[in-house]
């Protein structure tokens, strides 16, 4: 299943945000952020900790089990007390459940995390990014390996010279797209595909802001 | 008409390139002399374009430069900065103030930089520059549009010869190649027995090589390019050898030893010339081709 992932925000940029807030309550999401280790319910309390630290009122907090599902505005009606008596509200999930939570309340909402990508736990506490949604998906000609995601530079005709032992310029602990996707396609007999130039890539596929209406 | 470089590699003539570093400022007389005292000697000076991602006077307006003062550019652009328009403006740009050679490249990564934050582009690889190259060659820009004038390159690319694994590679180099790379200037090579395998192998292809020459300056710099620089390999002998200079001498050491690759490269008819990178001590380049017998 894939997942947003997050990154709790530095807390100096925490603090500037919630500089003038001195009444706050706090969101937490019981999917992807408590996967993720940033916005479960130990998060959340960790964070009331640090509010309090900082001198700031929490009028409350809770977790909501899935923060950007249509759902939401019910966990928001059964805290709606001590939401009211809040100034703003510091919320622990991805930007998706921000935008969710802020289209529903008249409230000052303060993300606490950063959301990085969409991605899947491939080993444990181990999270990639697969797809980046570009709209023009090359899988088929890659051996079923990303290198618009994968690849730092999204190149699409083979690796550059910074590649080095199979690992890349900016990580010497991260793979090589390209040479994965070249062992891939030679163990699959396919390497042709790789000696094929591929055009420029179509920067547009991907409509932004991304918004689609399904037809019939 | 052809560039004079491209006379040069036309001619099959050794052919000798070195580098200009645009400086980070506006003083341009350090850069000024290099290219005085080089421009008569080589066939051609590469211009860095922010090489290594750090922000600098712009590879254009050192190319015109070197044009201005009588020498022959290869304006080098990479695909780090500029999206595909840019990349085109820049080469009508070029063409036009009669900058004839270019060299494409995809470039670093930002992050290995100094503005770290910035966005890294990368519209277009390497392999797609030099096909755009030629299609404004045929008076169309990217889209299929007509240009009112069209412009004329010598373009060329790069190939790491020990990079590994090679494989993956080659496969772009050959990329290059069809994609209408005339020249192809290589990452450093040190180990010219794995070198004679690479050119062996490029033999086959319509395409001049020219070997990268970089200067050693020190054991400590040979170690570090060795840790840190991808697809570069100093041997241990090199390595000792320049560990054996005596105090003072690692730089004439470094010359010696440059001197040598070249003359084997001439003497064994190994490639068709040596793109000399005597990073940050261009005013070096003349003694080093007189070590390799270029003068």
């Known amino acids: 299943m894939i997942r947003s992932i997050t990154r709790r925000k530095p807390d100096e940029e925490l603090d500037r945000l919630l500089e003038h807030q001195n009444r706050v309550f706090i969101f937490g999401c019981g999917t992807c952020t408590t996967l993720t280790n940033t916005g479960g319910a130990e998060q959340v309390q960790a964070m009331q900790e640090y509010l309090a630290s900082k001198g700031k009122l929490v009028t409350g907090s809770t977790v909501l089990p899935v923060a950007c599902d249509n759902l939401t505005h019910e966990g928001l009606r059964a805290f709606s007390g001590q939401i009211n008596q809040a100034s703003a509200l510091v919320i622990m999930s991805c930007a998706f459940g921000v935008q969710n939570i802020a289209s529903q309340l008249q409230k000052m909402v303060i993300p606490a995390l950063d959301t990085l990508f969409i991605g899947k736990e491939t080993g444990v506490g181990q999270f990639n990014e697969v797809c980046t949604q570009c709209g023009t998906c090359v899988l088929g000609e890659t051996g079923g390996i990303c290198p618009v995601t994968a690849c730092h530079k999204g190149l699409i005709n083979g690796p550059c010279g910074g590649t080095n032992n199979g690992k890349c310029e900016i990580d010497k602990n991260k793979d090589c797209a390209w040479t994965l996707i070249y062992n891939r396609l030679a163990e699959i007999g396919q390497l042709d595909l790789m000696k094929r130039f591929q055009p420029p890539r179509n920067h547009q596929g991907e409509p932004s802001p991304g918004k689609i209406l399904l037809e019939g | ?295």
């Open chain 2, 1 to 295: 008409m052809a560039s004079k470089f491209k006379q040069a590699l036309d001619q099959g003539k050794f052919v000798v390139t070195s580098e200009v570093a645009p400086p980070k400022g506006v003083n341009l007389e350090k850069m000024a002399h290099h290219i005085e005292l080089l421009k008569d000697k080589v066939d051609a000076m590469n211009v860095t374009d922010h090489q290594s991602s750090v922000m600098r006077f712009p590879s254009l307006g050192a190319a015109l430069m070197v044009k201005e003062m009588g020498g022959e550019p290869i304006l080098q652009m990479t695909c780090r900065d500029r999206n595909r328009l840019a990349l085109q403006a820049d080469l009508l740009f070029a063409h036009q103030r009669g900058i004839n050679n270019v060299l494409c490249l995809t470039g670093d990564s930002v992050v290995l930089g100094d503005h770290k934050t910035a966005k890294g582009v990368f519209d277009l690889d390497s392999s797609q520059l030099v096909a755009a190259v030629r299609k404004l060659e045929k008076g169309k820009d990217m889209a299929g549009n007509d240009l009112d004038g069209a412009v004329s390159f010598c373009a060329g690319a790069i190939v790491t010869p020990e990079a590994n694994p090679i494989q993956p590679q080659l496969i772009k180099f050959e990329k290059k190649i069809e994609a209408g790379a005339e020249f192809i200037q290589t990452q450093a090579v040190y180990d010219l027995e794995n070198f004679k395998n690479f050119m062996e192998y490029a033999r086959q292809f319509p395409v001049k090589v020219l070997a990268g020459i970089i200067l050693l300056t020190s054991a400590p710099m040979a170690r570090f390019m060795n840790k840190n620089v991808a697809g570069v390999t100093v041997p241990q002998e090199f390595i000792d050898e320049m560990a054996s200079a005596p105090k003072g001498g690692a730089i004439q050491k470094g010359i010696q030893i440059a001197g040598r690759q070249i003359k084997q490269i001439v003497d064994e008819n190994i490639c068709d010339g040596v793109h000399i990178m005597a990073i940050g001590k261009e005013e070096l380049v003349p003694d080093i081709m007189a070590a390799g017998g270029l003068l």
